[in-house]
């Protein structure tokens, strides 16, 4: 086999859980070849490169052979070779490593915990050395007179 779907292609090799969700990934314009956006239809061929998004980095694979019927996690290897630049990594770790948490909109309310941390984070340090204290009865006294 020579040429298979790119969409049939992402799913054999196990980029993607399913082949509608990798079909999804092409209309969305996350899947390119040499810089160009493919549809799900797009046949490809050995010893082409192909970039898939998957925020926050962007994965590059070069086509060894193409299949379209899903294969063993260990045949995987010698479908694909990944070449994924170092600083994708890096990005992708420096994620992981601020710890923040991207939230969808409209997920809901955030957890105990999550909001902790964001109170936590969103409070200066230096207000939490400050104690303020009230008096009350000086204003009093004053509109007495």
Known sequence: MSEARIDKWLWAVRIFKTRTIAAEACKKGRISINGTQVKPSRMIKPGEVIQVKKPPITYSFKVLQT???????????????????????????????????????????????????????????????????????????????
């Open 67 to 145: 299949i379209e019927k899903r294969v063993g996690a260990k045949l995987v290897q010698e479908m694909l070779e990944n070449v994924t630049t170092p600083d994708q990594y890096e990005l992708l770790e420096m994620n992981k490593i601020s710890g923040f948490v991207d939230r969808a909109r409209g997920t809901g309310r955030p957890t105990k915990k999550e909001r902790r941390s964001l109170d936590k984070f969103n409070t200066p340090e230096y207000l939490d050395d400050l104690d303020f204290e009230f008096d009350f009865d000086d204003d009093e006294e004053d509109s007495e007179e």
